[in-house]
């Protein structure tokens, strides 16, 4: 298997720019979960999805954030406009259910200037 | 509101060296443990996933328990190595009803950053 795959790995861009990223979860996974990474605030979820449901949104910093889960293959996190402090790693993972095993992608590195 | 908390922050042992990570909760009402390691500049990798009502898990020179009574587990690592350098980090999930409906939702600990030297 692939294994989780996200793109891109890296972004760059700058303050008022829309940003997407893509996750494409392990074949057969039926829950998808998208975290942020920094060193202030270590790893926090963002939102997670169970089959193609949003479960919980509660950690979207603010309206600026979305996410999307149209297919049991593809998820979105999409930010309009992106601001500075945005700057971090975002993870996407995948479990077959809900409380298992979660296997993580790479991360996407963006940065917001 | 759930808390995880690891010690130490950073440890660093020559190789051979067996040691212990730390990993307490706040809240008992937890569904799972997991323990993960992450390389640098990579994603995170599951090593081990306890269930609330087991007391350890074991895979390789890995060894995690768990006290859910006293929110703790700790990950023994036996006869360390230098690819065993990287940061480790824990998670819960929470018990039925103790996350409402977001049984999936994991709350992590800021990592322990392990060096082995050689």
């Known amino acids: 298997d692939a294994g989780v795959i996200q793109s891109p790995r890296h972004e760059v861009t700058e303050m008022g720019q829309e940003v997407t990223l893509r996750c494409k979860p392990i074949s057969g996974h039926n829950s998808l979960f998208w975290y942020r990474q920094t060193m202030m605030r270590g790893l926090e979820l963002l939102i997670y999805f169970n089959n193609n449901v949003p479960i919980d949104d509660s950690g979207m910093p603010e309206d600026r954030f979305s996410a999307k889960m149209p297919n049991a293959s593809f998820s979105t996190l999409k930010i309009q406009p992106s601001e500075p402090r945005d700057s971090a790693v975002y993870f996407c993972?995948?479990?077959?259910?809900?409380?298992?095993?979660?296997?993580f992608g790479p991360g996407t590195r963006l940065l917001v200037l | 509101k759930q808390e995880v908390t690891q010690i130490p922050a950073a440890l660093s042992v020559p190789e051979g060296e067996n040691l212990v990570l730390n990993c307490s909760f706040t809240?008992?009402?937890?569904?799972?443990l997991q323990w993960f390691r992450q390389d640098p500049g990579k994603g995170l990798t599951s090593l081990l996933l306890?269930?609330?009502?087991?007391r350890e898990q074991t895979s390789g020179r890995l060894n995690a328990s768990l006290d859910k009574s006293s929110g703790r587990s700790t990950l023994y690592i036996a006869a360390s190595q230098p690819g065993d350098s990287a940061t480790y980090l824990c998670a819960v999930s929470p018990s039925l009803g103790a996350g409402g409906t977001s049984y999936g939702k994991l709350t992590f600990g800021q990592g322990t950053i392990l060096t082995v030297h050689p």
């Open positions: 306890i269930q609330s009502s087991q």
């Open positions: 993972a995948s479990s077959r259910q809900e409380r298992e095993t979660q296997y």
């Open positions: 809240d008992s009402a937890i569904y799972n």
